[in-house]
């Protein structure tokens, strides 16, 4: 079989994030400012638990039926538990999630393989990305910085089509627009429940990313059911393996 196309998992695949959720306190306490100083009073403590009540809800929600909400739609519900009854559109909403954006893009760092391996990918192979990722602004905000763009031919967020993986329909969907079959392509991801189980589900070739940050972490557990074809520790890996698949 020969591959055609290599879709890539952004956040801890391509662009690696900060220290786990280290990034996610300094986040809401940049949202809640700008909400405070727009007339929204509540508390930082309790602004923070109605957020991840309703945040979790949403996640139960989006753990049965795999759809993707924007990040407006939980700061909306906790503004309206709050007491306030903004509309969705409303610019307190859209630029309360612009403020968790710009400083979780603080967090946020370039793998130090991901040009030159992409740039070795690119021409060969049709590129892509999927990823699940409640804010899409940021992610196009993120790969302009990083100047990613130009490898991609398709590049799908979550959000913006309403599916996240492991939904066949997120993978589908980008493989129809790149015009390959299932098993034509590879998809390299670090989260064995969305990226190796939805890739493998749809018919695609696997690869897991398992990077060690220090030696005592403990990699990721592969899943009971679905293993990847291959498992890497670096991007760097890639072109040497990328026509076995
Ligand atoms: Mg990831």
Redesign the pocket.
């Known amino acids: 079989m020969q591959v055609k196309a290599v879709l890539f998992?952004?956040?801890?695949?391509l662009l690696l994030v900060e220290g786990g959720n280290a990034f996610y306190t300094p986040c809401l306490q940049k949202l809640h400012k700008f909400l405070t100083e727009n007339g929204v009073d509540a508390p930082f403590e309790k602004f923070m638990k109605v957020y991840f009540e309703v945040r979790d809800a949403l996640y139960a929600e989006a753990d049965k039926n795999l759809e993707e909400p924007h990040f407006n739609i939980r700061v909306w519900k906790t503004l309206q538990r709050l007491g306030y009854n903004y509309e969705l559109s409303d610019d307190v909403v859209t630029k309360a999630t612009e403020c968790f954006a710009q400083e979780f893009m603080k967090y946020v760092s370039l793998d130090e393989n991901a040009v030159d391996v992409l740039q070795w990918l690119h021409g060969k192979y049709k590129l892509g990305i999927v990823s699940n990722f409640a804010i899409p602004e940021c992610i196009w905000k993120l790969l302009e910085k990083y100047n990613l763009k130009k490898f991609f031919d398709v590049i799908i967020i979550s959000a913006e089509v309403n599916k996240r993986k492991p939904s066949p329909e997120i993978f589908q969907k980008t493989l129809k627009s790149l015009n390959v079959a299932s098993h034509e392509a590879v998809f390299v991801?670090?989260?064995p429940s969305?990226?190796i189980e939805g890739a493998k589900n749809v018919g695609m070739k696997a690869i897991l990313i398992i990077r060690r940050t220090s030696v005592t972490d403990t990699p990721k557990p592969t899943s009971a059911t679905i293993k990847p074809d291959i498992t890497v520790k670096s991007l760097k890996e890639l072109p040497k393996i990328i026509g076995d698949c």
């Open positions: 998992d952004l956040f801890d695949t991801g670090d989260t969305m990226d």
